[in-house]
């Protein structure tokens, strides 16, 4: 029996190295893996539904589970994970010195409905007490002028939502004062370039995302990875194998940080925080299945829903397939 040839869209993370690579299997599956930046494969995927299977942004995810397109599930992979206090940037001239001073502020950011803004708004909210409707939200590109929306949102009233012109970028207008600070998944240029004008609003992000892991047990999930539910449909098995061997790929990895002889990694002092990850964090500091994310899950689904963005909070369970949610064991 031949096997199911399958399109897969994701970036070139070392977590599937071993699958892209040939060195781990999906049994039953060829994989045609196109490495492509995940700001390109969510667009493909939310617009046309290009790819079999594709790394996707939770928060669209959610979207369109709610909505009921378009139809793809999850695999409770997590291709992407960050903690989020680090992506708040400000201009130093605007007054913003705590998360208080976001209140009646401009702040921009490239789409509403990307994932770190939706986590970034739920921490403001529940652990500063900053309400996404106190802020005026600015959208627009961040380097390059013209980005609109993946999904069409429809949003509360009271959250108010300015495009900026056609012609302008988010960038240049937190480095000029026009607006007051950047909520963004990546640096504005005109921070990594040295900008007088902007300033992260917690220079020290690293202790404080510390400080809030060991308080709630969260570390934020960015990305998961869907499939076509045609090709659920008719292939059930999928599911399970894909879930298998995205599993094995990550492991992987982690048996690769242990091989300290030489490092693999560049960087002169990975081994240091590799140490201290694990210390903090346990030895599966980047966990995939259901239950070890049940937690970091639940809230992403009550930001969603407390930020307008889907009409209804789904058992976290309904999120992902079914094959997946459970191992047999000997």
Request: glycine content about 6%.
């Amino acid at each position: 029996m031949s096997k199911l040839s399958l399109s897969f869209a994701c970036w070139d993370y070392d977590r599937i190295q071993a699958l892209t690579s040939g060195l781990v299997q999906v049994k039953g599956v060829n994989l045609n893996w196109l490495n492509l930046p995940v700001e390109e494969t969510f667009w493909r995927m939310v617009r046309h539904q290009e790819f079999d299977v594709s790394e996707l942004s939770l928060s669209s995810y959610l979207i369109a589970k709610d909505r009921g397109y378009p139809k793809f599930t999850a695999l409770p992979v997590f291709m992407s994970r960050f903690f989020r206090h680090s992506g708040i940037y400000i201009n130093v001239n605007s007054g913003i010195q705590s998360p208080a001073d976001l209140k009646g502020k401009r702040v921009g950011i490239p789409e509403y409905q990307l994932t770190a803004c939706l986590w970034i708004r739920g921490i403001l909210h529940h652990d500063f007490g900053v309400h996404p409707t106190d802020m005026n939200w600015y959208t627009g590109g961040q380097e390059t002028a013209g980005r609109i929306e993946k999904i069409k949102l429809e949003l509360p009233p009271e959250i108010n939502i300015i495009p900026i012109n056609e012609d302008q970028t988010l960038n240049a207008l937190l480095e000029s004062g026009e607006i007051d600070a950047l909520i963004a998944p990546r640096a504005p240029s005109c921070f990594l370039n040295g900008s007088p004008n902007v300033d992260r609003l917690f220079p020290d992000y690293v202790s404080i995302e510390k400080a809030y892991y060991k308080r709630t047990g969260i570390f934020p999930i960015m990305h998961v990875v869907v499939i076509k539910d045609e090709i659920l449909e008719d292939h059930p098995w999928v599911a399970a194998n894909l879930y298998q061997a995205f599993v094995e790929a990550k492991q992987k990895v982690y048996d690769g940080f242990k091989q300290t002889a030489a490092l693999k990694v560049t960087m002169p002092w990975f081994t240091s925080e590799w140490e201290k990850t694990r210390e903090l964090m346990g030895e599966d500091f980047w966990p995939y299945g259901f239950e070890k994310n049940r937690t970091t899950l639940e809230a992403a689904v009550t930001y969603s829903y407390e930020q307008g963005m889907i009409k209804n909070k789904p058992k976290i369970e309904e999120l992902f397939a079914k094959s997946t949610l459970e191992q047999f064991t000997l």
